[in-house]
């Protein structure tokens, strides 16, 4: 399995930004992609994940519920993250791994080399 995230950068707060997860070497249909963020001096939080038999999406965070969403094109073998109404909290490195929380993902799972999004205020 390979996972590719894209799209961070510099935003001002109150933009938007929508990260890319490119994913391949899935055998079968029933895997889950889930968006991981690590900010600075801070230990590395689930924000969400889709799961793809489904399409079904989960939001773990607070902080991003109502701002971000999950979304995916399997025609594009990619898993989008939506980020609106950016903060300054928001920053962090953003990474995608082919689970739902962290724990899994920690322990077994796949995880793309992390894109920077920072949010000016």
């Known amino acids: 399995v390979q996972l590719v995230e894209s799209g961070g950068g510099l935003v001002q707060a109150g933009g938007s930004l929508r990260l890319s997860c490119a994913h391949s070497g899935f055998a079968f249909d029933d895997y889950a992609i889930g968006w991981f963020r690590q900010a600075p001096g801070k230990e590395r939080e689930a924000v969400g994940c889709?799961?793809?038999?489904?399409?079904?999406?989960?939001y773990y965070a607070d902080s991003v519920k109502g701002r971000f969403t999950i979304s995916s094109d399997n025609a594009k073998n990619t898993v989008y993250l939506q980020m609106n109404s950016l903060k300054p909290e928001d920053t962090a490195v953003y990474y995608c791994a082919d689970a739902c929380t962290l724990l899994a993902a920690e322990a077994v799972g796949f995880w793309g080399q992390g894109t920077q999004v920072t949010v000016s205020s």
């Open positions: 889709i799961k793809n038999s489904d399409k079904s999406t989960y």
